[in-house]
Nanobody, 124 residues
Framework: QVQLVESGGGLVQAGGSLRLSCAAS????????MGWFRQNPGKEREFVAA????????YYADSVKGRFTISRDNVKNTVYLQMNSLKAEDTAVYYC?????????????????WGQGTQVTVSS
C-alpha cells in the first residue's frame, strides 16, 4: 500500500510559478513510476508529467513541455512538479499518482494509487 499527500497549490498570477510536492509512504515507493495529473470539473483527468523510478526518464504532456519539470527525491520519498510560466488554462486540481510499472505512463488507468489533490488557480 502507498499513501500520497500533495501540497503546494494555491493562487498565482499568470506568468508566475508554483512548486507542488507529493509525499509518499510505503517502503516500496521508490520502485514505482510517479505521475502528475490534473482535472477540472466535468472534464477527464489529464496527464501532466511522469518520471521513472530512478528519475532518469521523464515524460510530459505537450501543453506543459518546456514550462513544467517533474523530479523526485527517493531519500525523502517525495516527487515534485515545478511549474513556471503558468497560464490560466493550467488552473485545475492537481493529483500525484503511483504506477507499479517500470516505464512512465500517461493514462490514468495505468496508475494504482492517488493522492487527494491540491488546487492550483492561475489568474489572468
Amino acid at each position: 500500500q502507498v499513501q500520497l499527500v500533495e501540497s503546494g497549490g494555491g493562487l498565482v498570477q499568470a506568468g508566475g510559478s508554483l512548486r507542488l510536492s507529493c509525499a509518499a509512504s510505503g517502503r516500496t515507493w521508490s520502485m514505482y513510476v510517479m505521475g502528475w495529473f490534473r482535472q477540472n470539473p466535468g472534464k477527464e483527468r489529464e496527464f501532466v508529467a511522469a518520471i521513472s523510478r530512478s528519475g532518469g526518464i521523464t515524460y510530459y504532456a505537450d501543453s506543459v513541455k518546456g514550462r513544467f519539470t517533474i523530479s523526485r527525491d527517493n531519500v525523502k520519498n517525495t516527487v515534485y512538479l515545478q511549474m513556471n510560466s503558468l497560464k490560466a488554462e493550467d488552473t485545475a486540481v492537481y493529483y500525484c499518482a503511483v504506477a507499479r510499472r517500470t516505464v512512465p505512463a500517461d493514462k490514468a488507468y495505468e496508475y494504482d494509487y492517488w493522492g487527494q489533490g491540491t488546487q492550483v488557480t492561475v489568474s489572468s
